[in-house]
């Protein structure tokens, strides 16, 4: 596993094709201090969580580790992140934007969040339209308390690549148009273990690993 971590990240090293550097943010949702500290000590820098709860048991306590948070998020648990994440990924609304920057100006911060664009028009996710994205970067921008660093988005469960390379170029555009505005506009987070090579192919500069990096999750019963 050591040797296929490093030659992921050998891999991410050569950036995207736009020339950025690609970030690799670990995703550790159910997965163990042990492993995540062995990540860290192989040369991943970020990880990110998808529950508050399991975020807050985590930080802290894994040396050198900057911390994300990827997963869907509730306005009466933003309380528990400000301060701590250096990467909100998954904004969905303006009402969810409103209180980070609320609770952030009364700390005193500023945080940096991402704007989730739900790309696929997808029931189960949530998420900014395409269509009202950069709406949705305009409202945000203005916002004081938080700080606009980009945007997030999942692609659909499909292996088509021709369903997925144009919503990626979509996202990619997006991306394009909201930095030609803002130079605070540095990440387009994309890319899962299933589709990350494409993603950064297609101009993605941020990806969130779980398997790719740690093996497929274990259950419980079976950890024993």
């Not at 945080?111 to 029931?123: F, K, M, R, V, Y």
């Not at 339209?129 to 469960?157: C, I, Q, S, W, Y």
């Not at 990619?172 to 506009?185: G, H, M, T």
Request: charged residues 25%; contains cysteine; neutral net charge.
């Amino acid at each position: 596993m050591a040797n296929d971590l490093k030659e992921l990240l050998a891999k991410l090293a050569k950036g995207n094709p736009f020339g950025e550097k690609v970030t690799l943010v670990a995703a550790t949702k159910t997965r163990t201090l042990e492993e995540i500290s062995w990540a860290v000590g192989a040369g991943v820098t970020d990880v990110g969580e998808n529950k508050v709860q399991e975020f807050c048991e985590k930080f802290g306590r894994v040396a050198g580790a900057r911390w994300h948070f990827i997963g869907h998020l509730q306005r009466n648990k933003v309380k528990y992140l400000i301060g701590k994440t250096v990467l909100i990924h998954s904004v969905d609304s303006d009402g969810l934007a409103e209180e980070i920057a609320r609770l952030s100006k009364k700390a005193g911060l500023t945080t940096d969040i991402l704007i989730q664009i739900n790309i696929g028009a997808e029931e189960s996710k949530s998420g900014y339209p395409l269509l009202g994205g950069m709406d949705a970067f305009m409202r945000l921008t203005g916002m004081e308390g938080v700080r606009v660093k980009g945007f997030m988005a999942m692609l659909p469960h499909t292996d088509n690549e021709a369903v997925l390379v144009p919503l990626c170029d979509e996202m990619r555009r997006l991306y394009e148009q909201a930095k030609a505005v803002s130079p605070d506009v540095e990440y387009l987070s994309m890319g899962m273990s299933g589709d990350y090579a494409l993603c950064i192919s297609r101009g993605a500069n941020m990806v969130r690993l779980g398997t790719a990096i740690f093996g497929e999750r274990l259950l419980p019963a079976e950890k024993n």
